[in-house]
C-alpha cells in the first residue's frame, strides 16, 4: 500500500524521489506526487494512475527544482484517486508538506476544530490534517511545532515534512508504520521500504514507534517521543541493486519464481549443522515444553504457509494446531493463555491484521513466534521471537518466494520443535533434515518444467472457472495454487478438500471444466485418483501435478505435471512451483499486469 520517500543533498530531488516511487510501485497504488523546496518555496506534482504519468508531467516541468524533497505513492482510504486527495498535501498558508502513510483515526475531529479557526481543507483525506495543524502550531520551531502535532496524532502513521523556511531539512515521525532512514554522504533519504533506497545507500537506520528524525544533507539527529536526543544503530543492508531489479526476466513475478531455489538455500543452509542438525540460535531461550497448543495465524498466501504448516507440526510434535486467518481470530477472543505458542507469518511483516492479531494473542499471555521476511519490520519487532526467512527483497504483488522459504522454514521449526519436545525418532529427524537440504535442488528440477507448464497454460488458459483438489498436504497447496491463479490472471477459481467436492461443488463440473488435481501426497492418492474419476465421469478436464515416476496417475488424468519425490510433509514447497508458472503463463496469455493485479497490494497496511 501507500509507499513514502524522501531525499535532501545537493542534487536535483526530482529524479531521486521519482526512482524511489517507481521502486515502491508494487506495494499496490492508485495516485502519485512529490514536492521540493524550491527557491521560492514549495513546488507540488502530482498525478493519478501510474508513477509514469508523474514522470511525463515532472518532464514537462523545466523549473521543477529543489534539492529537499518528499514523494508519495497513494492507495486511496479517505477520498477517491485524483489529483486533489494524492498526497504531498500542503498547508493553507503554503509553509509545510506531508507525506503521509497510515491511517489517523482522529482526523475528523482535529479538522473540525482547525475548521473553526477558518482554515480551509481542500481534500478528503485524513492526512490534511498533520499538515495543517502542523502549521497552526508553528511559531518559527519546525521540530517543536511537528512534536506538538504528532502529539495529537491517533492511529497509524508514517510521515516526512518539508517547510518552506527550513530549506534542506526534512522531519520524519512514525507509529505503527514502517519507516527507514538511509545515509549517504553529503546526503540523506527516507522511505518506508528498503527497496525505494537501495540503489542510493546501503546504510540504514530503522526508526522505532514514537521516534522523530531531523534529516539535513550533512547529518540525522533522532529524537524520542520527549524530544530527547537518542543514538540509533545503522544497519547495513547485503542485496544490491539487481536483487530489487528484474535482472532480465519480463516481470519480477517470474524472476522470483525462478529465484526460489536460491532464497531456500538461504533459509535452509544458515541453519543446518553437520548435515543433520537444525539450528535455531534465534530460539535458544524458547522452551518448547511450555506449551501444550500452537495457533498459526496469517493472511492471504503466509496463512495458506500456516495450513501446511498446522499439518507438520501436528504431524511431528503431537500438540493440537489451528491455523486461522488474523482477520478473524483477532476478533474472535481465541481461548489461549501462557501455555500457547502463536506463530505468525508475514513476507512483508506489516500487514495490520496480522499485527492486531498478535496483540489479541499477547493480551491472553499467549508467547509469540514471527516467521518475516523483512527485515526490522513492524511484526518481526513486536514478536517474542522471530526467524527470518532471508528470501530477499519479494517485488511482485502475489508472493511465490516469499510462500516457499515461509513453508519451509515453518518444516525447519517443527522438526526442530519435534527434537526439543522428544516426539520425533533421531532417524526421523535426520531423514527429514536431508530431505530439506535438497529442497533447493528438487525445487530446480521443478523449475524445469517451466516451458511444459507453458504449454499447459496455452491449453486451459480460456476456462473461465476452474478447481483445484487435494487431500492433506495437496489440499493446502490447492489453497496457493488457487489464489495464484485468481490474483494475477483473474480467472475464478475454488481450492476444494477433494473428498469434500461430492458435497455440493460437484454440480458444477460439466464438460470441458478444468480440474487441476493434486497427486503428491502419496498416502491418500488412491482416494484422490478415485474423486479424479469422479469429475472425469462428469465431462471434467483434469491436469494432474504428481510425483515423477507415479505411473497410474497417466491413466487417470488428460495431462501431468512431474515434480521430484520429496517427504510426504515437504510435498508443497516443491509442488506449487508448477501452480505458480501456470498462474503466471495464464495471466500473461490474457494480458493481465503481472506484477501489479488490480486492486491488490503488496503490503496491506490497513484493515
Ligand atoms: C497481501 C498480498 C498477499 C500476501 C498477504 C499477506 O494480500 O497481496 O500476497 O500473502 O497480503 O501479506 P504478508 O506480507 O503478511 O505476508
Known amino acids: 500500500m501507500c509507499g513514502i520517500t524522501g531525499y535532501t543533498g545537493v542534487n536535483q530531488a526530482g529524479p531521486i524521489l521519482l526512482d524511489g516511487l517507481k521502486r515502491l510501485e508494487y506495494r499496490g497504488y492508485d495516485s502519485a506526487g512529490i514536492a521540493v523546496r524550491g527557491d521560492d518555496g514549495i513546488k507540488m506534482l502530482k498525478a493519478t494512475g501510474k508513477v509514469s504519468h508523474l514522470v511525463e508531467k515532472y518532464n514537462e516541468t523545466p523549473d521543477f527544482l529543489g534539492v529537499c524533497g518528499i514523494g508519495h505513492t497513494r492507495w486511496a482510504t479517505h477520498g477517491i484517486p485524483n489529483d486533489t486527495n494524492a498526497h504531498p498535501h500542503l498547508s ?41 495543524l502542523l502549521a497552526y502550531n508553528y511559531n518559527g520551531n519546525f521540530k517543536l511545532a511537528l512534536m506538538k502535532t504528532i502529539a495529537r496524532l491517533e492511529g497509524s502513521y508514517a510521515i516526512g515534512v518539508i517547510s518552506a523556511d527550513h530549506p534542506g531539512t526534512i522531519y520524519a515521525a512514525k507509529l505503527s508504520s514502517p519507516l527507514i532512514i538511509g545515509l549517504g554522504i553529503g546526503e540523506n533519504f527516507f522511505a518506508s521500504d528498503i527497496t525505494a533506497l537501495v540503489n542510493n545507500t546501503k546504510n540504514v537506520i530503522d526508526m522505532d514507534d514514537g521516534e522523530v528524525a531531523e534529516i539535513t544533507p550533512d547529518g540525522v539527529k533522532f529524537f524520542d517521543h520527549a524530544g530527547r536526543e537518542i543514538n540509533k544503530d545503522i544497519r547495513h543492508i547485503t542485496w544490491d541493486v539487481a536483487a530489487a531489479e528484474k535482472s532480465g526476466y519480463e516481470h519480477f513475478m517470474l524472476k522470483e519464481i525462478m529465484e526460489q531455489p536460491q532464497a531456500l538455500k538461504a533459509t535452509i543452509e544458515p541453519r543446518v549443522k553437520d548435515a543433520e542438525e537444525i539450528v535455531l540460535e534465534e530460539l535458544k531461550n524458547l522452551d518448547m515444553k511450555r506449551f501444550n497448543r500452537i495457533h498459526i495465524t496469517a493472511c492471504g498466501s503466509a496463512y495458506h504457509a500456516g495450513c501446511v504448516g498446522r499439518g507438520i507440526l501436528e504431524a511431528l510434535c503431537r500438540v493440537p494446531v489451528e491455523a486461522e486467518v488474523a482477520s478473524e481470530l483477532r476478533y474472535r477472543d481465541p481461548i489461549m493463555d501462557a501455555k500457547t505458542l502463536v506463530i505468525v507469518i508475514s513476507q512483508s511483516g506489516e500487514t495490520a491484521d496480522t499485527i492486531a492479531a498478535m496483540k489479541e494473542c499477547r493480551s491472553k499471555g499467549a508467547t509469540l513466534l514471527a516467521i518475516v521476511n523483512v527485515v526490522g519490520s513492524s511484526i518481526a519487532k513486536l514478536a517474542d521471537y522471530c526467524l527470518y526467512t532471508w528470501a530477499g527483497p519479494e517485488i511482485a504483488v502475489a508472493t511465490t518466494k516469499g510462500y516457499t522459504t515461509q513453508v519451509v522454514l515453518l518444516a525447519m521449526f517443527a522438526v526442530w520443535a519435534a527434537g ?39 491449453r486451459y488458459n480460456s476456462n473461465s472457472s476452474l478447481f483445484f483438489i487435494g487431500r492433506n498436504m495437496d489440499y493446502a497447496v490447492a489453497l496457493e495454487g488457487s489464489l495464484k491463479l485468481k490474483e494475477i490472471s483473474y480467472i475464478h477459481s475454488e481450492a476444494y478438500a477433494a473428498g469434500e467436492l461430492k458435497h455440493g461443488t460437484i454440480a458444477l463440473i460439466e464438460p470441458g471444466r478444468l480440474v487441476v488435481a493434486l497427486c503428491c501426497y502419496e498416502k491418500l492418492l488412491d482416494k484422490t485418483i ?24 497417466f491413466r487417470e488424468a488428460d495431462d501431468v505435471l512431474t515434480v521430484p519425490v520429496t517427504d510426504p510433509l515437504l510435498v508443497p514447497v516443491i509442488e506449487i512451483i508448477p501452480l505458480q508458472l501456470f498462474a503466471y503463463y495464464v495471466a500473461k496469455l490474457n494480458g493481465c499486469d503481472i506484477d501489479k493485479p488490480k486492486n ?8
Open 92 to 132: 493553507a498558508d503554503g509553509k509545510f508538506a506531508v507525506v503521509h502513510n497510515g491511517i489517523i483515526e482522529n482526523f475528523a475531529e482535529i479538522r473540525s476544530e482547525l475548521q473553526k479557526y477558518g482554515i480551509e481543507f481542500k481534500s478528503e483525506t485524513d492526512t490534511e490534517v498533520i499538515v495543517q
Open 420 to 458: 526439543e519436545m522428544k516426539t520425533i525418532s533421531r532417524g526421523a529427524y535426520i531423514s527429514l533434515v536431508k530431505d530439506i537440504i535438497r529442497l533447493p535442488e528438487r525445487a530446480q528440477r521443478a523449475l524445469d518444467l517451466n516451458s511444459r507448464v507453458k504449454t499447459m497454460a496455452e
Open 530 to 553: 478415485s474423486n479424479i474419476q469422479q469429475v472425469k465421469a462428469r465431462g471434467a478436464r483434469v491436469l494432474a501435478v504428481a510425483h515423477e515416476g507415479n505411473r497410474s496417475i
Open 600 to 607: 491488490l497490494a503488496k503490503s496491506v497496511t490497513v484493515e
